[in-house]
């Protein structure tokens, strides 16, 4: 049974979705605050996390940044904030999707199933299944990823990522120097029942560069094709 843990003040919110997602065959936990939750991610392991941005200790994006730190389970952030800047800001902390009150509970759910899925199905691939060209090589690539683990590593050092990010950087390994549209990794991160827009997959980009190490202005690895999206080239 996959579990869910939902970090929700408001009591009417957080009760319903307790109900639905259990009702739908989740184990469901939720904390009302920011302390609350990070003690509960001390001694457990969700699948899932749901999080409000306005809670009574601390603010959502700086919970969502903290999370970060110490998991990478995914992040759905559920929020009565629709300005594009607050989506910027969470998925800039490390959430990996949005999702605006009031919402259908059914495409609540369907997130939630979808990136469970993705993350659950990734863990049991072989290794080499898709990057099995790039792996072959005898010569140590810069870029590595663990599918088992879920992990990537940057010339031999662990760089830990979210679910999108690390979802981005196994499309970009399979196929070293394919060029892929916005839309095209729209539809790798977050599969066609979930929401995002072209700014979410620049700020993803944005953040998988800093982590390497890349020059903004010049990246050597994750690179821009300008009117099409982004190549990716492990040299």
Same mark, same amino acid.
């Given at each position: 049974?996959? +579990?869910?843990f939902?970090?929700?003040?408001?009591?009417?919110?957080?009760?319903?979705?307790c109900?639905?997602?259990?009702?739908?065959?989740?184990?469901?936990?939720?904390?009302?605050?920011?302390?609350?939750?990070?003690?509960?991610?001390?001694?457990?392991?969700?699948?899932?996390?749901l999080?409000?941005?306005?809670?009574?200790?601390?603010?959502?994006?700086?919970?969502?940044?903290?999370?970060? +730190?110490?998991?990478?389970?995914?992040?759905?952030?559920v929020?009565?904030?629709?300005?594009?800047?607050?989506?910027?800001?969470?998925?800039?902390?490390?959430?990996?999707?949005?999702?605006?009150?009031?919402?259908?509970?059914?495409?609540?759910s369907? +997130?939630?199933?979808?990136?469970?899925?993705?993350?659950?199905?990734?863990?049991?691939?072989p290794?080499?299944?898709?990057g099995?060209?790039?792996?072959?090589?005898?010569?140590?690539?810069?870029?590595?990823?663990?599918?088992?683990?879920r992990?990537?590593?940057?010339?031999?050092?662990?760089?830990?990522?979210?679910?999108?990010?690390?979802?981005?950087? +196994?499309?970009?390994?399979? *196929?070293?120097?394919k060029?892929?549209?916005?839309e095209?990794?729209?539809?790798?991160?977050?599969?066609f029942?979930?929401?995002?827009?072209?700014r979410?997959?620049?700020?993803?980009?944005? *953040?998988?560069?800093?982590?390497?190490?890349?020059?903004?202005?010049?990246?050597?690895?994750?690179r821009?094709?300008?009117?099409?999206?982004?190549?990716?080239?492990?040299?």
């Amino acid at each position: 049974m996959y +579990k869910v843990f939902i970090i929700e003040d408001d009591s009417l919110i957080g009760d319903m979705l307790c109900m639905y997602l259990s009702e739908e065959g989740y184990s469901v936990e939720r904390a009302e605050n920011g302390g609350a939750a990070m003690a509960y991610m001390e001694r457990q392991r969700p699948d899932i996390i749901l999080l409000d941005i306005v809670l009574p200790d601390i603010s959502g994006i700086q919970l969502c940044g903290e999370l970060r +730190k110490i998991s990478t389970v995914p992040v759905l952030v559920v929020s009565m904030k629709t300005e594009v800047m607050d989506r910027v800001n969470a998925l800039n902390a490390g959430a990996d999707d949005y999702m605006c009150k009031p919402f259908s509970m059914r495409e609540l759910s369907a +997130k939630v199933a979808a990136m469970i899925r993705r993350t659950r199905y990734n863990q049991q691939r072989p290794r080499l299944e898709q990057g099995e060209a790039a792996h072959e090589s005898r010569m140590p690539s810069p870029i590595f990823l663990n599918y088992d683990k879920r992990s990537l590593f940057v010339n031999g050092a662990y760089v830990e990522t979210t679910f999108s990010e690390f979802e981005i950087m +196994k499309l970009f390994l399979a *196929n070293p120097g394919k060029v892929y549209s916005r839309e095209e990794l729209i539809n790798a991160v977050r599969g066609f029942d979930s929401f995002v827009n072209d700014r979410a997959i620049d700020v993803h980009i944005g *953040n998988l560069r800093k982590k390497m190490g890349e020059d903004s202005k010049q990246p050597k690895y994750i690179r821009t094709v300008w009117g099409v999206g982004y190549k990716f080239l492990n040299i």
